[in-house]
């Protein structure tokens, strides 16, 4: 009697199903976190400087100049203390602000005429001279520095904010011109011509409707001016010593032949830059909109 062995075949067991693939990330996505990453890492090397000089403000002398430097200290205002005694601030500060609005005031009340007839009423010659305007910012101004000065001592303008505010004026003008002819030319000539037809003369024309049109253009560049004018240092140490003197020379006057006092120059700095970045804080948005003036037709 013969026995036939009965077995069952095992079944195959379930395939797994195949895990999910990753989707790839949106290029405009990765191209724009890397751009926030750049802007991030650009803004935080431009901003390192000026808060170690802060930092720097209110350490000692000792502190600042230690190796390596520390990052946890007891502060002290004391710098800030001796830095009015030994000058006064407010008096540096205020020709700043005066030497700064004036000289932007006259730059502009110049170059909005200048700009308007280059932009709608251009000659031969026009760029030419718009070239030769820009190619005097490339002059040194060292190279001119001997005329200037006594050709001011013998007008009686050494140290005196009228001196300065002359100075600044020609040495903004050109920038001045340059970025009110830009903007200028983005307004349609239809809503000039429009206004001729009605009667409009040209002085009407320029006040009642190009410059309101291009009041952001016009804001951004007095905001400029006014930043180049409070960081200008070269003419203000040249041609003021006391009377007129600008917040450059009153940070000029924390070094002496026995070498820096960092703690007390950090001091003064601060002091003298806190106006304007506090300024340009709450002037950027006027300030980008304006410089994108006309980019989006």
């Not at 609005?101 to 026009?126: C, D, E, H, N, Q």
């Not at 203000?236 to 007129?244: D, G």
């Amino acid at each position: 009697m013969s026995t036939t062995a009965s077995y069952t075949v095992p079944s195959e067991a379930p395939a797994k199903a195949a895990p999910p693939a990753k989707k790839a990330m949106h290029p405009a996505t990765k191209s724009k976190i890397i751009m926030t990453v750049i802007g991030w890492t650009v803004s935080l090397l431009v901003f390192f400087p000026i808060f170690w000089m802060i930092l720097t403000s209110f350490k000692t002398e000792v502190e600042a100049v230690q190796t390596p430097p520390s990052l946890f200290f007891h502060p002290t205002v004391e710098n800030y203390a001796i830095v009015q005694e030994r000058a006064d601030y407010f008096r540096f500060a205020m020709n700043s602000v005066v030497v700064s609005l004036v000289s932007t005031i006259a730059a502009l009340i110049l170059a909005v005429p200048a700009s308007y007839a280059m932009a709608f009423f251009p000659k031969p010659r026009t760029k030419d001279l718009m070239l030769w305007m820009l190619s005097t910012k490339m002059l040194p101004p060292v190279g001119v520095l001997v005329p200037m000065y006594l050709l001011w001592r013998d007008l009686n303008l050494l140290d005196t904010r009228t001196g300065l505010i002359i100075i600044y004026t020609l040495v903004n003008l050109p920038i001045v011109v340059w970025m009110l002819y830009t903007f200028f030319k983005e307004v349609p000539k239809d809503i000039l011509e429009a206004g001729r037809m009605d009667g409009a003369s040209p002085k009407q024309e320029l006040w009642h409707l190009l410059m309101p049109l291009s009041l952001p253009g016009i804001a951004s560049t007095a905001l400029l001016a006014i930043i180049l004018t409070w960081n200008e240092a070269f003419w203000s140490l040249n041609l003021a010593t006391s009377q007129a003197a600008p917040l450059p020379t009153f940070i000029a006057s924390f070094s002496s032949p026995e070498g820096l006092f960092w703690s007390k120059l950090s001091a003064a700095s601060t002091m003298a830059v806190a106006p304007i970045l506090i300024f340009g804080w709450m002037s950027q948005r006027q300030l980008v909109r304006g410089l994108t003036f006309g980019a989006v037709k």
